[in-house]
DNA sequence: AATTGGTTCTGAACCGTTACGGTCCTTTCA
DNA sequence: TGAAAGGACCGTAACGGTTCAGAACCAATT
């Protein structure tokens, strides 16, 4: 019997030795973990099922910052963290029944993805992350509404009126382009949905109609996603006198492409983003700093408590508005601009 | 029975239903992954074994590059990609024998870790990465020794013979301070021992005693430690012409504080890193290139192909000299210097 | 009517471990 | 000296699924 190996004080120290010696000499390789997670109903890890395809996490600093965090509490705790294969092309499922965990830990997925569904399914514990409340199911996630509200505010005060938006994909599908406000409404990602109501709310108590508000999306995120979205902003508009983003890969992308047009930051035109990455404070953007890591640990950490009292729980972490140095109020007003089209 | 998930044609479709309605009924979750994996000998998922704190890995751009392409390679194959945790403080080698895995990503840990002793203890496959070639699993890096001795060939080239260099750690016990040669010989890591001795054989060949050069460790790996380490190098001798850091992390440290000591690089002195992070580009780095996210996607592939021929395997993946312009023939001739220490 | 062939369905064995309860032996105390 | 108590050791039954052999069934052929 294995309790050699597990249970030490269970068994004189001669026979644990004999038993282990014979062990070694018939090539035993040591108690089967997968048996042992069988009869233990533990797998001693839990799974992390994030949207995009996989690797491309690791591209988002964001998401790099989220997954340090949850990384540092499965650390703690002596889990290990399974990265599972949801590839968003074909709808496969299977993964998510394969993985071997004792929770989840859902990343930013759209509201409708199948993989989600496939978790919920799962009898084990699961967390999601910057979703919507499902009331089922615990989670972690940020005043994304509010947070923005805020930013808004914050450009309005300076005198804001003529905006343009970039944002992050809203949808499964690829949308490269304007967004209409009904899209912006079924959005089914809940940041993005979120973010972009914040703004609309501001901007339209300060007498905007937001209906005519350029608004682009983005099916890949990064620096080029920034800057090409906010060139079909300008081409649509190129009075805006503030490029507001969702997120500061995308900001940052679009101040290359200001710089590009010869259009100073924050003189001629103001640009902002959303998450507080480390480039984007070298930057100086303004911004909206979440606390990604923190969030990412407060996920596991709700998952691995095990004093799981009334379920489920739900977590809100404060952002902080940070005003850099590429927000500014707009010169002179956007009417009085000499320049045409 | 639970053909009816697995195999639709070998039951009635009119059975398959009824099997699904009742189980369904009943709030049967599924096929238990963990029960199917103990049957199928398949756990569907690889294990990575990182040295660091499991978090300290996602600061590092190279091991992010890794994590990046190996994440590929496992979501090509429909694989989970297990991190497991293995903390280098207590030698907790549990995690490891709990993992349940089909292989094993052993990345860049000391030689002598009881992680990787308890990895090889296991009848998986492995695949080492960074590590010496052990003749009993495959084994992927590069030619470190090559690659450093090549660098080193270039800086001779332009003169330089007064050189000073921060490494990073050696062992698995904490030492910020200069190495001994004896040291340098033992070090743990395969990489930064290959690195030093690359270094030592280019500048014994130019004539420099090498038991004089002044090498610096530090245990943790970031600019702030590049920066320290280069202090301490810089006050030992400041007359040196080139600081050579076996990472561009430390490098960028470095210049930093050669900034703050008012050398300009690279008139006043040249600095060179290793890895091409982004960073390291973007600030015109001298540094050998390694194709990071092509290593991680060469062990999975390798960890996953499974026409296992003749095992073990070794491969290693071709770098490239980058001339940045960090580095530049020193000032004159270091003897020519007219100001003191 | 009996044999053959093919398909659908059922049952049992196994994967390797841990938990549990029972047996046996030794020690302690009345 | 006998009974009770305790410790060491061992055997067995799950854990939940997959697989495979063979039973049962139906239809077609001899």
Not at 250 to 268: I, Q, S, Y
Request: some cysteine.
């Amino acid at each position: 019997m294995s309790n050699a190996y597990n249970r030490p004080d269970q068994l004189s120290p001669e026979l644990r030795r004999r038993v282990l010696d014979t062990a070694r000499r018939l090539g035993y390789p040591g108690p089967d973990p997968v048996a042992r997670s069988l009869r233990t109903r533990k797998a001693g890890a839990v799974g992390l099922l994030l949207t995009e395809n996989l690797s491309y996490a690791f591209r988002d600093p964001a998401a790099i910052g989220f997954l340090e965090g949850l990384a540092l509490a499965c650390e703690d705790a002596g889990t290990g963290l399974l990265l599972v294969p949801a590839n968003p092309e074909r709808e496969d499922v299977a993964s998510v029944h394969r993985a071997g965990v004792d929770g989840f830990v859902v990343y930013s997925v759209p509201d409708d993805d199948p993989h989600l569904a496939a978790v919920l399914e799962r009898p084990v514990p699961t967390v999601v992350c910057d979703q919507p409340d499902l009331g089922t199911v615990d989670r972690v996630g940020i005043d994304d509404r509010g947070a923005m509200y805020e930013l808004a505010k914050h450009l309005i005060g300076l005198g804001h009126r003529r905006i343009g938006v970039v944002c992050m994909r809203l949808a499964r599908d690829r949308n490269d382009g304007f967004v209409t406000p009904d899209r912006q409404h079924a959005a089914h990602f809940h940041v993005q949905r979120n973010r972009l109501s914040g703004l609309a709310e501001a901007f339209s108590e300060a007498g905007v109609d937001w209906s005519q508000v350029p608004v682009v999306e983005r099916f890949d995120h990064n620096m080029a996603s920034g800057a090409s979205g906010a060139a079909q902003v300008l081409d649509r508009d190129p009075q805006i006198t503030a490029l507001i983003c969702t997120s500061d890969v995308l900001a940052l992308g679009a101040m290359t492409e200001a710089a590009r047009r010869g259009l100073r930051v924050p003189h001629d035109i103001t640009v902002t983003g959303f998450d507080g990455i480390r480039a984007g404070e070298e930057a100086g953007l303004t911004t909206v700093r979440q606390p990604v890591l923190e969030k990412g640990r407060a996920a596991g950490k709700l998952l691995l408590d095990t004093n799981e009292r009334t379920r489920p729980r739900s977590v809100n972490l404060a952002t902080e508005l940070i005003i850099g140095n590429t927000s500014a109020a707009p010169r002179g007003g956007a009417e009085e601009r000499w320049f045409g089209p």
